[in-house]
């Protein structure tokens, strides 16, 4: 059956094929496995947003609201870890890129299914041991786990250490993965040039995860020896040196902020030829930024230690090496922009969540620069000027990129169609909420208020309403989210094969697809988003 001339839903797909629960606990399909991931990470997104919540709740008023002062250090503890380690670096990677990078190259199935398989429940370990951490009585060091405190702290730091070091290995086995699968599974006629740039960023990203994360399992556990037995190579009291902590810690966790965008641009590239029905503008430069961004990524930690006493020329060099990764990054934002340019423009809720992302990653970026000048970091250092930064930079590009790939790609991974009205409320929802929350706390942090404080002077409080307000805001389109999204899993309409009339190579696939992603052996033939082809990509 051709899934294109009528009905997208062919008898069998990979959702029910087999339905039992042990099916799905014990499957090696890369399709299982990236809704799986999916569901974990909204879970993690959603209880890193409750923290927040709490959060932004207490600061509500100049003086203690809701909670005491240790349980606000645990609480942006428990945020930020959350946030970071369970949802941001793993949120696109391990969901979308398992979901239909192997379609993408016109694969089976990733390299090393069985391994794909250890991958998630090595998560769900790390988690566990990392909300055990939580419930016993959480951590109160922020998710950097600076030394020396996080050495001496009476609060349960081993199991969150232990939690994020085991969730390391689930990230080293993705990006292998990856990385043998697109060498060794693309599809006759899919040559190097002809590899989707999502593939590309995902590939990138790979290479990153392989490489960074074991420095950061490293010092995980070099904490926690010195937690435990006291070996004195963090703690100045024992003769150890904080610094060195910092280096190795900022030496993963810079390249760590490229694990979380580059596949958001990925993903931003995949929309934006969509819904402008256009082929890319600058194929080429777009995949040559993506290594650019990801090797400039290993050379620019410093510039998250201005302050801690390393050399001027030091803070010097590292400053100019971040300053280069905003060319490389505007070169994608160019290649975008010219892309939309002259195409023809379907404004639909991923093309919204796109033009909430670039405007996020732009005024971030922006801001970026500025701390980059270590004049300018000397003032904004530790103050909200800081976290209003990381979240336009992080939070913001990732969250729009995710919302986007989770609406561009519903109809390809559930075959059902959610309500557009509602979507489109919830992106606008969202997308002002984001900027009402985090653009007052860059004029907190410009007036001096420091980060992760429990209390503020009172004239700055018509601010922090602001922001409370704005995350207000936030919640509501989320909640929005999940309940047209639920509700489209059984009652939305059925979708067609190519809903979005994308030239994306994914939609050569049914929606949902086969067991084995295609019924026949695909060859692709034509360009990525080749849009001068006239007829619709046949579906396999």
Same mark, same amino acid.
């Given at each position: ?31 299982? +496995? ?7 990470? +909204? ?32 609480? @942006? ?14 949120? =696109? ?9 192997? +379609? ?19 998560? /769900? ?88 994360? $074991? ?56 929309? /934006? ?25 290993? @050379? ?130 969202? =997308?002002?909420? @984001? ?21 503020? $002077? ?17 919640? @509501? ?64």
């Amino acid at each position: 059956m051709n899934p294109s001339a009528g009905s997208s839903q062919p008898v069998i797909t990979y959702l029910n094929h087999e339905t039992t629960v042990r099916s799905w606990l014990l499957t090696r399909d890369h399709k299982r +496995i990236g809704v799986m991931f999916l569901v974990l990470v +909204i879970l993690a997104l959603l209880l890193g947003g409750v923290f927040a919540m709490v959060l932004r709740i207490e600061l509500l008023t100049p003086g203690p609201t809701i909670i005491s002062a240790m349980t606000y250090n645990r609480m @942006f503890t428990l945020h930020g870890v959350t946030m970071v380690w369970l949802f941001m670096i793993p949120a =696109i990677p391990s969901a979308f890129g398992n979901f239909v990078l192997p +379609i993408m190259l016109g694969a089976k199935d990733v390299a090393f299914p069985r391994l794909n398989l250890a991958s998630v429940y090595i998560y /769900v370990a790390g988690a566990g041991l990392t909300l055990f951490g939580m419930l016993w009585s959480g951590a109160d060091t922020g998710w950097t786990f600076y030394t020396p405190y996080s050495t001496t702290s009476p609060t349960a730091v081993a199991p969150i250490l232990l939690g994020v070091f085991v969730i390391g290995f689930s990230t080293i086995i993705t990006g292998l993965n990856f990385i043998t699968t697109v060498h060794t599974l693309r599809a006759p006629g899919m040559h190097w040039s002809r590899i989707p740039l999502f593939v590309w960023t995902i590939y990138g990203t790979a290479i990153i995860q392989v490489v960074a994360t $074991p420095v950061l399992g490293m010092v995980l556990l070099l904490v926690l020896f010195e937690r435990v037995f006291g070996v004195g190579l963090f703690d100045p009291a024992r003769g150890g040196d904080p610094v060195l902590f910092q280096h190795m810690f900022w030496f993963y966790s810079h390249p760590a902020v490229y694990i979380m965008v580059l596949p958001a641009m990925g993903v931003i590239t995949e929309v /934006v030829c969509a819904f402008s029905r256009k082929n890319i503008f600058g194929y080429k430069m777009i995949a040559a930024s993506t290594f650019g961004i990801a090797f400039v990524g290993f @050379f620019s930690w410093g510039h998250h230690m201005f302050v801690s006493g390393q050399s001027t020329f030091g803070s010097g060099v590292f400053g100019v090496l971040s300053m280069l990764v905003a060319i490389f990054t505007a070169i994608k934002i160019f290649n975008w922009v010219a892309t939309m340019y002259g195409g023809s423009i379907d404004l639909r809720v991923p093309l919204l969540y796109v033009l909430g992302f670039i405007f996020l990653l732009m005024f971030g970026g922006m801001t970026g620069v500025a701390v980059a000048t270590t004049s300018l970091d000397v003032h904004w250092h530790d103050t909200y000027f800081i976290v209003a930064h990381f979240h336009y930079i992080m939070v913001g590009s990732v969250l729009m990129a995710f919302l986007a790939a989770l609406h561009y790609w519903w109809p390809k991974m559930f075959g059902r169609v959610y309500p557009e009205r509602w979507s489109f409320l919830a992106a606008s929802t969202i =997308i002002f909420g @984001f900027i009402v929350t985090f653009l007052p706390q860059f004029l907190l942090g410009n007036l001096g208020m420091p980060r992760r404080y429990y209390q503020y $002077p009172a004239e700055l409080q018509w601010l922090n309403v602001l922001s409370t307000a704005g995350a207000s805001l936030l919640a @509501f389109g989320f909640v929005l989210i999940g309940v047209y999204l639920l509700w489209s899993l059984r009652y939305g309409p059925v979708s067609t094969a190519n809903p979005w009339g994308s030239k994306g190579y994914e939609w050569h696939s049914g929606s949902p697809p086969a067991p084995h992603n295609f019924t026949e052996a695909p060859r692709f033939e034509r360009e990525v988003h080749d849009y001068t082809v006239p007829e619709a990509p046949r579906v396999y």
